[in-house]
């Protein structure tokens, strides 16, 4: 505990404190209860009586002193120059128990020695702080997310080495999109033919927003805001593998692109799109995949599988898809 008192500093010299615990604690009167660095001396006498040293001047108190141990201490000499200050505001650090109920008073001391009054008599005790005091509320429990078939909704995972976009690398794809008989009066506009794979930034014919491109998930959602996971399955060559999930992609809650004239510019670093364009008698058919890129190295012959965790607009997990083994090359 600190006590802390106001005094004018003016004739004064110095501080006596007395300190009163009760009796059956383990903590001696004549023990180090104030700080060594800040008191100067310990001056109980045997001869002092309880009354004496705690009861005030403005009372008489003819009652018999409880059991128990009391000091009367003396603090350094106060003023310009001293380590203990000049006022007027004093402070004094003491070493306490908890569960034990102290009484404290301060006078001052003057520079011939006279003793002025005793302060107020404080009592001070450390205990506890309540814990509980409102009712426990108990956390609702929430089932865990459906973890559907992600390759059902397109969500399959591959190890892609195409031509048709110069790309290669593991990738989840979200869907494969098969557009018939394009034009430009209804649905995304997007002749796969027309559109340059290979470019980086890649370039897609029309404006619409690239998330029209993707397949909903089983549930009926959009797979964004999702997050991609993966871990290493056992095969033939690594036939021991850790178990260990590794996060493959940052949170996806968009793809980042930009409207140029009749196009749109891919600025998505973690989204790659391939497509072809092919006519037929009866009209023309346009396949686009959207690929969602594993952005961590893997080891060339390991067998990994991926975890596509949508979120829903409270972001918590609304949904799990797993998608089938894939194995590099």
Known sequence: MTLRWFSPPYGVERFQIGIFKPAGTNQSANAPIL????????ILSPNVKFLDAFTSNQETNNTPPPAGEFGVFTTPVIGNGTAYGSGPEFTLPVNVAKGVKYAVWVRAVGI??????????????????????????????????PVNSGVAGGV??????????????????????????????????????????????????GTSDPMVYMQKTPTGKSPFP??????????????????????????????????????AIIWDPFVIYDGISQRFAQGTVNYLNTLLRDTQPVLAGARYKYVLVRFGKDGEIAEVLATNEMEVP
């Open 35 to 42: 700080s060594q660095t800040s008191i100067e001396k310990h």
């Open 112 to 145: 011939t020695g006279e003793h002025g009054e005793k302060s107020n008599i404080e009592t001070f005790e450390w205990g506890l702080p309540e814990t509980n005091i409102l009712p426990t509320v108990a956390w609702p429990q929430r089932s865990l997310p």
């Open 156 to 205: 399959i995972a591959e190890w892609y080495q195409r031509g048709l976009n110069n790309f290669t690398g593991a990738v989840v794809r979200l869907g494969e999109l098969v557009i018939t008989n394009i034009t430009d009066s209804g649905g995304p506009s997007l002749p796969a033919a027309n559109s340059d794979f290979r470019a980086r930034p890649q370039t897609l014919l």
């Open 226 to 263: 999702c997050v991609l996971y993966r871990h290493q399955v056992p095969n033939a060559k690594f036939p021991t593998v850790s178990g260990d999930i590794i996060q493959c992609s940052p949170m996806m809650e968009s793809v980042a692109f930009q409207k140029s004239g009749t196009s």
